[in-house]
Nanobody
Framework: QVELVESGGGVVPAGGSLTLSCKTSERTLNRYTVAWFRQAPGKEREFVAGFKKNNANAYAADSVKGRFIMSRDNAKNILYLQMNSLKAEDAAVYYC???????????????????WGRGTQVTVSS
């Protein structure tokens, strides 16, 4: 059982920055595929960024490339999502997720992940 707890959400003006954190209970986090997803009202949950299992390279969705940076602290078992140049369309509930065993090609598929946090709200003000 892997427990995930997101934090750091809030209200930020367009063009601003915000960093989210995801504390995990997993002591060997690098052995899990981990990712950030987001879901806006009335929309499907979408992939934001993630790390494949045993891979140090972070992958990001096209919509956030160049603006968002995902990182991880394996010693502290924490995932981060640094969000810069926020846009109105970035407003959503952000979730972190983890899975031990999904294949690499499924990184962006939310249905493949077994473990989820409860989410943290990011609101971009006009």
């Amino acid at each position: 059982q892997v427990e995930l707890v997101e934090s750091g959400g809030g209200v930020v003006p367009a063009g601003g920055s915000l960093t989210l954190s995801c504390k995990t209970s997993e002591r060997t986090l690098n052995r899990y595929t981990v990712a950030w997803f987001r879901q806006a009202p009335g929309k499907e949950r979408e992939f934001v960024a993630g790390f494949k299992k045993n891979n140090a390279n972070a992958y990001a969705a096209d919509s956030v490339k160049g603006r968002f940076i995902m990182s991880r602290d394996n010693a502290k078992n924490i995932l981060y999502l640094q969000m810069n140049s926020l846009k109105a369309e970035d407003a959503a509930v952000y979730y972190c997720a983890a899975d031990c065993c999904l294949i690499s090609s499924s990184l962006r598929r939310s249905s493949e992940y077994d473990y989820w946090g409860r989410g943290t709200q990011v609101t971009v003000s006009s």
